[in-house]
């Protein structure tokens, strides 16, 4: 069975280093993250290869809700947890409402965030947490090998059209938000880099039409989806 890839948000040093060395101890592979905008900097540079997402609330530069918010955009099925001091019923309405799977409420054992981690991962069975092969309508495709297979043969994907047709594999059948895409990508969601991958889209459209039931729709103003007939 493959690692699990963690990504752990927490300001809290000594806290974060504990919980790192934890999870490492019982078989996941954690990075660790002290703010927002680091939380979202990892997890854009691992091309949303994480399998489950731990945010603490309360961080600098960018709260757990504003992480989360933006990491919905372009993934809505990877598991997450809040870590939070809070315990008012309005913020935890609040996290699940941005999409978070479950919420603990500091302080906890490490036991029981273990117990929460193995719950949601049961819950979540999704074909697309799997990143050794994926099947796109019947064309495999290996995420981690950056390879789809076609009728000649295993075609070699470039960095950016693997990182984009897993973001429209991982929300199938679902809106892929363009501004967030450009930036989990590009780094930046400006004209130029708009008009690139819009050519990236052109290109996994003219791969995946081998399979006539797979389709890359444009939504207008929003994004894109990749619907499975």
Known sequence: MATKRILLAEDDENLGNLLQSYLNSKGFLTTLAKTGN???????????????????????????????????MTDKHIPLLFLT????????????EVGADDYLTKPFSMEELLARINAISRRITSPESIHEQLLIGILPYEPSKSSLILKAGPKKLTTKENALLLMLVKNKNEVLDRQATLRAIWGDDNYFNGRSMDVYIAKLRKLLSEDPSIEILNIHGIGFKLIVK
């Open 38 to 72: 680091a939380a979202l900097r990892h997890y854009h540079e691992a091309s949303t290869n994480f399998d489950f997402i731990i945010l603490d609330v309360m961080m600098p530069e960018k709260d757990g809700f504003s992480v989360a918010k933006e990491i919905r």
């Open 85 to 96: 001091a809070k315990s008012m019923k309005e913020d935890k309405l609040l996290g699940f």
